[in-house]
């Protein structure tokens, strides 16, 4: 299965919540996936319409060695909660 594929079985699409370190909460920025040296990256535009310095951000999810954590927050514990709200991590 190719990285693509195995990322929309896995969940990944714009707006899911990821976390890539304890203290920070991110979102998917688009559903345009691409794979380059190995890493898996997510762009909000397709490649052929990305003009600006804007438009070429990505989300690395799959660096090559593991995937970037999706993010539940109706499941998240108490401790992550607490944690979260001490840390001021935004979770609209």
């Given at each position: 299965?190719?990285?693509?594929?195995?990322a929309k079985e896995r969940g990944y699409r714009k707006g899911v919540a990821?976390?890539?370190v304890p203290h920070a909460i991110d979102y998917v920025k688009g559903?345009?996936?691409?794979?380059?040296n190995g890493e898996l990256k997510a762009y909000?535009?397709?490649?052929h319409e990305?003009?600006?310095?804007?438009?070429f951000r990505h989300?690395?999810?799959f660096d090559g060695f593991k995937w970037v954590k999706i993010v539940n927050?109706?499941?998240r514990t108490q401790e992550q909660k607490t944690f979260d709200?001490?840390?001021?991590?935004?979770?609209e």
């Open positions: 299965m190719d990285l693509i594929t195995e990821i976390r890539y559903n345009y996936f691409e794979v380059e909000a535009k397709p490649e990305r003009k600006c310095f804007d438009d989300d690395t999810l927050l109706s499941k709200d001490m840390h001021d991590v935004g979770c």
